[in-house]
Nanobody, 115 residues
C-alpha cells in the first residue's frame, strides 16, 4: 500500500500564502497522477490540482494562476504553493495518488482563510 500524509495547513489571512506538503511512501507505478483535492464544510470534494507521471501539471480553474503544484521525487514529496488565498479556498486539503485501477488517499490538512 501507498501511504500519504498532508501537512502545512493553518490559519492565513485573505491574500496570504501557504505551502502544503504531502509525504508519500515510495512507489514504482509507471502511470499515475498525484493530486490535491479539497473539501469545504458542507460541500462536495473538489479536485484542485495534479501532476502526472510525465511531470505535466493541471489546475482547476478556481485556483489557476494562484496555486502551484510541484513534487520532489528524491524526497517522495508533493507540494502545493497557495498564493492570493481567498475565503473560498478554506477547506480540508487531501493529497491523493490516482492509478488506473485504484487510488490512495492521505489524511487531510485544514486550511482556514479568515481575517
Amino acid at each position: 500500500d501507498v501511504q500519504l500524509q498532508a501537512s502545512g495547513g493553518g490559519l492565513v489571512r485573505p491574500g496570504g500564502s501557504l505551502r502544503l506538503s504531502c509525504a508519500h511512501s515510495r512507489f514504482t507505478f509507471s502511470s499515475y497522477a498525484l493530486n490535491w483535492v479539497r473539501q469545504a464544510p458542507g460541500k462536495e470534494p473538489e479536485w484542485v490540482s495534479a501532476v502526472t507521471d510525465d511531470g505535466v501539471t493541471h489546475y482547476a480553474d478556481s485556483v489557476k494562476g494562484r496555486f502551484t503544484i510541484s513534487r520532489d521525487n528524491s524526497k517522495n514529496m508533493l507540494y502545493l504553493q497557495m498564493d492570493s488565498l481567498k475565503p473560498e479556498d478554506m477547506a480540508v486539503y487531501y493529497c491523493a495518488l490516482w492509478l488506473e485501477t485504484r487510488d490512495y488517499w492521505g489524511k487531510g490538512t485544514l486550511v482556514t482563510v479568515s481575517s
